[in-house]
């Protein structure tokens, strides 16, 4: 099949083939590999740029293909699983909770990064806070409205808990104090400044407080579970995309 007929998440995946191919951060070993990055130290000790990665004048946009159109009188979130409160919250309850507002970094696997962006929301920890997870909840699964079109499966993206913990972890609403826009995951995304940021759920919708790892929609399909950027961590072997041969050369990720 020829490039141009191919959907976002083929193109994503074909891309993620080629990286294993080429063997460009995969399978990291953390423990033996050094903090790598240029520029002055962020706000959490780490160089401002990490290794690989290239600034970016403008906020690009990556899915799977479709905006979900959510209202924000019909948007609610789930926190279920294993905690000792669950609840569901509509968008008068979510603006209820405490709010933050924070400058932190954004970082793409696909090697570009916006810096100083400005974010309003809500801290995972206060999430976290409200539900009470259970001492055998050691995992989450986020999952967003948008539904992959071609086989129905929706965004879904895992962290252990304590990952998800990390301070400047947020669900978002607002961006450089405009409402976050709807082909960045708004109404309400969740954003992962230490992290890839796939590993942050457009659209969100569920957040899923597990005792064992469930690996989310990239996971699966070749993208590291650990996703450290300033180690390289970018891909694992060991989730290999299903379903297709080597990628023609010149192939390019789509937008």
């Known amino acids: 099949m020829s490039e141009k007929n191919l959907s976002l998440v083929e193109k994503r995946e ?5 990286m294993l191919e080429l063997e460009r951060g995969v399978d990291v070993e953390l423990s033996q590999r050094e903090v790598s990055g240029t520029g002055p130290a962020n706000s959490h000790g780490m160089p401002k740029l990490p290794v690989g990665q290239h600034a970016a004048k403008k906020w690009p946009v990556l899915d799977l293909g479709v905006h979900p159109d959510i209202a924000l009188d019909t948007w609610e979130l789930e926190l279920c699983g ?18 933050v507002t924070a400058v932190s970094d954004f970082h793409c696997v696909t090697s570009w990064s916006v810096l100083d962006s400005e974010w309003t929301g809500v801290t995972f920890r206060e999430l976290a806070a ?20 071609d086989i129905g499966e929706p965004y879904t993206t895992n962290l252990p808990l304590e990952r998800a913990l990390d301070p400047d972890v947020m669900l978002v609403h607002a961006w450089q104090g405009e409402p976050l826009p709807r082909e960045h995951g708004g109404p309400v995304r969740m954003i992962t400044p230490r992290l890839y940021a796939w590993k942050g759920a457009k659209w969100i919708r569920r957040i899923e407080f597990l005792a064992e790892e469930q690996l989310g929609f990239w996971e699966r399909r070749g993208y590291s579970n650990t996703a450290e950027p300033w180690h390289d961590d970018r891909f694992s072997s060991s ?13 390019a990720l789509g937008d």
Do not use: C, H
């Not at 294993?82 to 405490?98: H, Y």
């Not at 009470?132 to 409205?145: D, H, K, R, S």
């Open 14 to 18: 074909r891309y993620i083939r080629r």
């Open 82 to 99: 294993l905690v000792e409160n669950p609840v569901r919250l509509d968008w008068k309850a979510l603006q209820a909770l405490p709010q």
């Open 130 to 149: 409200l539900v009470v997870p259970n001492p055998e909840a050691a995992f989450v699964l986020m999952t967003g409205y948008d539904v992959d079109p």
């Open 239 to 251: 989730a290999v995309p299903p379903g297709y041969d080597a990628p023609p050369a010149g192939s």
